[in-house]
Every structure is written in structure tokens, then in C-alpha cells.
């Protein structure tokens, strides 16, 4: 017993827990793979308490590696939510360019001119798009033009001398053109650019312009215009013209046809992630069955693609299907985990397991075809048809998503149908589990965790209490401290870190994770129509530019300096403050205290050098001791990178999009034996050199 009534075990902590009773409150004291011998000193110190503020130290043993980094560590996970791919990462400028999204009429659409215009599913381009829209011309005249124009996503970004490519299929009556197709103003007062096409046919055909605009002033209050001022044919001057996939794209990343936004694409390259989760999430489940993502509706020309619903209130184009969502990962090193639709919707539709759910298991086993086979399998042909003959690595498939979630609980059955048959076909593929199963032993398990700042923090040395023996891995593949909108603050980014830290400490079982949502478009956050249907989200835009949050430094800091081996670790002092947990079911837990400082450390088998990463959630500077043993040598000079904030609201914006962003420094003075001080809300990466 010492003062306060903390009780301290000595002993070699080998992933043990020491429950303290302090002031009404359990404590937890957690430390996992430790060599050290535990002193008679408490490890956390709660707040409130009359000892003596002593100061935090941090040991790390050098001398004992207790795990692998799992290199693939950090992921990215997406799907079509907040408008992450239209009006986001994909191309495209065009918002409802196959005029599906409603079927009570154009939304998005205007007419412009004297002249009205509507859906007509009398003439269609084909059963995928078997709508188009009406333009009555029959008023056009020279002096005044009709047409249709689209404001896009939040607009449509202009830029200067810069080549936009825009298309459509048109077939007229009683009219052949020609038509004027302009990027311009929302008021039509400037042109940026424009291209004629002089001829319109009778039958349906694909148009295609280049729209190069000069030295102009970047805009997005713009909108896509095509137009005439010719009334209809020579004969008959009462023409009417159908449009369908009205496209127009910007210069792409890599220059792909069908491809994504640059800017985005860039803050995504700089995160180095290992991986990318796709297409959900809700996405891949949709909220009825038919509304699922059905992969094979998202590939091959982009005109043959119906479209679906989305879970998130909007209409998706499947223009990013399930080939964009592989270049993707081509284009940023990554490779795939592939959800495959697993037979539960979200509205508790489902399919009983057995004869009904072959056809999905087939259709899973059609999609892995897709994306590894050759040109002599059904399906890989289909890819090197669209134009990638080489098959893509794959390792990871996911069975569902929040499996949990349904009601009839036949998942274990459904997942051991699809496992036996992926399994059989391909030996070697990874089988990941959304909810834990009995009938078989997935590769991996899907764990999920959304949580307030101070919840994430009171969880972050979970994992240190796992199961070492356990055959199935921890894949992390959705989180997030959902504090800030609609982005994270720096209180979400340190809520984040503290919890990465325990992740990368257990790496050895939680070989993946991926923070969600990774997208949101913040043109419009509120209100009927918005851009976002899920707050704290990790990257933000418009039709024009983008940012990344707190919590992306923080990823993007995490993934880019972290070693391969975990060294063992232990802690005193850590200062805690008191939370109390939200009532769940009606009843209040205690209050607990929850730790302020939180670290793990790594080292790089090659050069030697120590990643030390401390994070300090507490509002005031902590000067923190380092203690390093078992390693040959501390150069004195070394490197910290670190992500601070002078309040936990601060965040990072459109307006202010490096507000908060990690700042290099040289450190002097480390050794074996060091004290620093860690700045207020602050995340702090050391490299320590040590060779
Ligand atoms: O990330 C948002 C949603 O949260 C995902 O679609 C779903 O899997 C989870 O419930």
C-alpha cells in the first residue's frame, strides 16, 4: 500500500492488468509486453489527488523486440458516402448526368432560354439508361439561344489554360444541330470556354469536345451549358433533341479516361497507405438487396451501367465501379480488400443460407475472377476487355459488413458458405469476418469503433490484453473519435493518436486498420440536399479544392514514421483526469479516470532508429523523462515532427487548411536518460538515432 490507498504490484508485467480502487473509481493500469520491474510508484496519477506532481516517465527496452509492425498496417476504407466519389474523388463534374438520380423530373438540370425541358423514358439509349432528357428548341432563334445547363457538385471548378473533356449522346428530331457546348458562369456573364458540334443524328451517338480554357481566374460558380440557337431542321422548325451521360471531365490523376481528382489523390499518396477497403460499409450491403453494390452492374462502358441508390440518400452513377476502385489502388501502391456483398441489406433483408445464396457466393466468386484472372477466365477477360490485361494482386476479401446488424443472425452460416468456397478456389486468399463466427476460423476479424474523444483514450490499451494465441488477426476497419464537423479537431486527432498508439503496439495482432469516413464534401453540411450524411470525416472539399483535418497529420504522420519492430515499453506517473461515461441502457457507469499521456515505440531493424510517439491530450505542457535501455547508443541529435494546437477545438478547414499541420524540428540533447517537454495538446513522433 502507498499513499492514497494505490495498491502496486512488483512483478514482471507480461500483458498484465493491475485493477486499482481509487476514490470510488476503478482504475485501470494497463502496460503490455513489459520487462520492467514495477516500482512502488502508481502509473497514472489521478487528477485531484494531493501528492506531488511527479514527473511522467516513459521507459522503453531496447533490448526486447515484442512483436512485428504489421506493414500493412495502414489503410485507407471508403464508399459512397458525404459524396466521396461523385462530387468527389471521381472526375466527373456532371451531377446527375444519366438524369436517374430522381425520377419525378431533372434535378440538377436547368433549361436555359425560352424553353422547357424534361425526363422521357420513351426514348431511350439503352435498358441501363433508359431515361433521357427532352430539349424542346423549337423557340431558338439567333439572338436567343436554348438549351440545358448543370451546376455540378457545388459547381463546376474552372482553372486556366486548361483542357476539360466533355461528352454526351444526343440524337435528334426535326433537329440536327448544331450545338454549342460552354463552361461558363452560373449567370452565363463569362464564357470560359467553348466547342460547336456542327451536327447532331437522327439516331442516338456519343459526342465528344475539348473545352480549353485561356488565362483565366480560377472559379467554381460555373455550370456546363449545351445549347442552339437553331429552332429545328429546314423543314420543320420544331425540333426536339434527347440527352443522356452528359460528361464533362478535368485533367485526371495519371491522365485515366474515367479518372480521379488530382488534389485528392495527392493527399491520399501522401498517407502511404498499404491498403484500401472498398466499397463499404453500408455501400456494399445497400439498404435493400436490390440496392446492394452489385459489382457487376459497376463495370464496362460507363453507359451501360444503370446505377443504384446509395444507403446514403443519393444516386450513384457507378461511374466509379469496381475496375476504378482497383486503379485506385494501382495508381497509390495499395493493395485491395474487397467486401464482397454477403447476403444482408441494411433494412434486414436477407438471404437464408443454402441454394439461395449460391448465386451470391458465385458472384463473389466471379468478382475475385475479375480482379485476378487472366484473359482466358470469363471474368478476367471482361477487365482485360475494359482495358487492364494484368490481373491485380489480392489478398484480403471481406464477407459482408456489420454483420452484426442482422437480425435473423444466420451470418455464421452465410459466412461459412462463402469461406468454403473462396477457400476452395483460392487457397491463399485472406477471409475476413465482420462479426465473430463459430462455423469457421476467419483469417481475419472486423472490429469497428466509433467513439467521443475521452471513450477512444479510455480504450487505448485494449489491445494489450488480446490474446496472443488467437489464429484470427485484428483488421481495425472502421474507427474514428468522432469529435469535430465535418472534419476532425485536434481533440479527434488526439483521441485518434492515443488510440493508434495501442495499435501499432499490438500490431502484431492488429495487422490493419483504416480510419472512416475518409471523404467528405463540404460545400453544403446541413440541410435538405446536403453534401454530408456523416460528421467527422477525414479529408474535406469542394468542387475546387481540398484539406486535409488534424486527424489526417496524424495518419499521415503514424503511417509515414513507424518501425518494424515494437519494443517493449512501460510508464509512471502518467497524469489522468476524471471522465464520466455516458448512461447506456439507463444506467450511469462510474466515473473513471483516464490516462493524459500516451505512447508506443518502435524501431527500424535496419537504420537503427527509434520512433518514440507520445501524445499529450492535457491542455498544459508535460515534461516528460525518457528512460531507454538496451540499446548500444542515443545520438545526441535527432528529429521530432509534432502536430499541436493551442485549443481542442482548433481545426483545419477550406479557409484554413494548414492551420494545424506537423512541424519538423531538430532535437539536441537525448539520451539515453532525457527529459522534454511535450507542448499542450500535442502529437509528438521522436526519431532517435541509435547507431
Ligand atoms: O463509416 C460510416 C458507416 O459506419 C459505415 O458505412 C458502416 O459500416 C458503419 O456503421
Known sequence: MVAGGIQIQTMKIKTTIVLTLMAGSLVALAQTNSTFETTNVPETVPSGTNMAPAIPVLQIDAGKVTGNVSPTLYGLMTEEINFSYEGGLYGELIRNRTFKANAQGPVFWNAVGDTTIALDTNQPLNTALNVSLELDTSKASKNSLVGIANGGYWGIPVRPNTTYRASFYARGKHFSGPLTISVESTNGDKVFAKAIVPHISGKWEKYDVALATGNIETSKDNRLVISTTKPGSFFNKHGTVWFQNVSLFPPTCNSRMNGTRPDIMQLLADMQPKFLRFPGGNYVEGNTIAERFNWKETIGDVSQRPGHRSPWGYWSTDGFGLLEFLEWCEDLHMQPVLAVYAGFSLRQQHIAPGAQLEPYVQDALDEIEYVTGDANTRWGAQRVKAGHPAPFALNYIEIGNEDFFDRSRNYDARFAEFYDAIKAKYPNLQIIATTPVKSR????????????????????????????????????????TRVGSPTPNIAGALGDAAWMTGMERNSDIVVMSCYAPLFVNVSQIRGANRSMQWTTDLIGYDALTSYGSPAYYTQKMFSAMHGNEILATDSQNIPTREWQPRAFRGVTPPPQQIRQIFFDATRDSES????????????????????????????????????????????????????????????????????????????TILKLRTK
Not at 515534461?623 to 528529429?639: F, L, M, R, S, Y
Not at 502536430?643 to 484554413?656: G, I
Open 441 to 480: 476460423v476467419p483469417d481475419l476479424l472486423d472490429e469497428h469503433y466509433y467513439r467521443s474523444q475521452e471513450d477512444m483514450q479510455a480504450h487505448a490499451l485494449d489491445y494489450d490484453k488480446y490474446s496472443r494465441t488467437n489464429k484470427t488477426k485484428i483488421f481495425v476497419g472502421e474507427w474514428a
Open 608 to 683: 537503427g532508429i527509434i520512433y518514440l510517439k507520445v501524445v499529450n491530450e492535457a491542455g498544459t505542457a508535460q515534461k516528460i523523462n525518457v528512460q531507454i535501455k538496451g540499446a548500444p547508443t542515443i545520438e545526441p541529435d535527432g528529429e521530432a515532427v509534432s502536430l499541436t494546437a493551442d485549443s481542442p477545438d482548433d481545426t483545419n478547414s477550406l479557409e484554413q487548411p494548414q492551420k494545424i499541420v506537423p512541424r519538423p524540428e531538430i532535437v539536441e540533447n537525448l539520451s539515453a536518460d532525457f527529459t522534454r517537454e511535450f507542448s499542450p495538446y500535442s502529437i
